[in-house]
């Protein structure tokens, strides 16, 4: 069965303090891996897919990478405007259409 | 493009009654979903279509059906509301074939009294 973990549940950090955030999977045939940003209140917004090990994408103030065992979300000198709840999810040869979600991990982040 | 957007945004019930969510999307989209998402669980698969007159079942589809019509639109039916079914309700879509990138709506939040 696939298993997705983040860590930590919970993150607070101060303007311009950068940090990761965690996703490990334990999957059978990992096609994706994906992060998400979601706001209170709000529905999910995409992010990042990485697909093979050694990949990393950026935007902004995050960079996603990928090995054969855990995604980071690396947030370089983060603003109060990335506090948000972050998601990872996997698509995998178990998952057929769906994805496998993770519980999350929420940011806080002060001035 | 308004995306995917679900109605209503916040609906209360009586246990017992049945309600019908509604989801459409304009990105002409093959597949769509019905999640659930509940405070220290994730989100969790209820029921999902791979075209239009398709459905299937995901994680938690007791208590739950799901029609799809029409391409654009995903509908959610609860027959009879119980307190379990407290919840926020996500939709969503995504294109066949290649990337599995989905694509959320808005949201419903739902509350069984």
């Known amino acids: 069965e696939d298993q997705v973990t983040q860590s930590p549940e919970a993150l607070r950090l101060q303007e311009g303090e950068s940090s990761s955030l965690n996703c490990s999977y334990t999957v059978s045939g990992l096609r994706g891996l994906f992060w998400y940003r979601q706001d209170p209140g709000k529905g999910p917004e995409f992010l990042f897919t990485l697909y093979s090990a050694g990949e990393e994408k950026e935007k902004e103030r995050l960079k996603a990478t990928l090995t054969k065992k855990e995604s980071f979300l690396h947030i370089t000198a983060p603003k109060p405007e990335d506090s948000a709840t972050y998601l990872c999810?996997?698509?995998?040869?178990?998952?057929?259409?769906?994805?496998?979600f993770g519980k999350g991990t929420s940011l806080l982040v002060t001035p | 493009n308004a995306g995917v957007t679900q109605t209503p945004k916040f609906r209360v019930l009586k246990t017992g009654q049945s309600m019908t969510l509604l989801c459409a999307q304009d990105m002409n989209h093959e597949y769509m979903y019905w999640y659930r998402q509940d405070p220290g669980m994730g989100l969790r698969l209820i029921h999902y279509s791979v075209g239009e007159g398709t459905t299937a079942k995901g994680e938690v589809p007791d208590g739950y059906n799901v029609s799809r019509l029409k391409k654009q639109n995903f509908l959610l039916g609860l027959e009879s509301a119980a307190p379990s079914q407290t919840s926020v309700y996500f939709c969503?879509?995504?294109?066949?074939?290649?990337?599995?990138?989905?694509?959320f709506g808005p949201g419903t939040r739902l509350t069984v009294l």
């Open positions: 999810a996997v698509a995998t040869s178990n998952s057929g259409y769906a994805l496998n």
């Open positions: 969503a879509s995504r294109i066949a074939g290649g990337k599995d990138t989905q694509y």
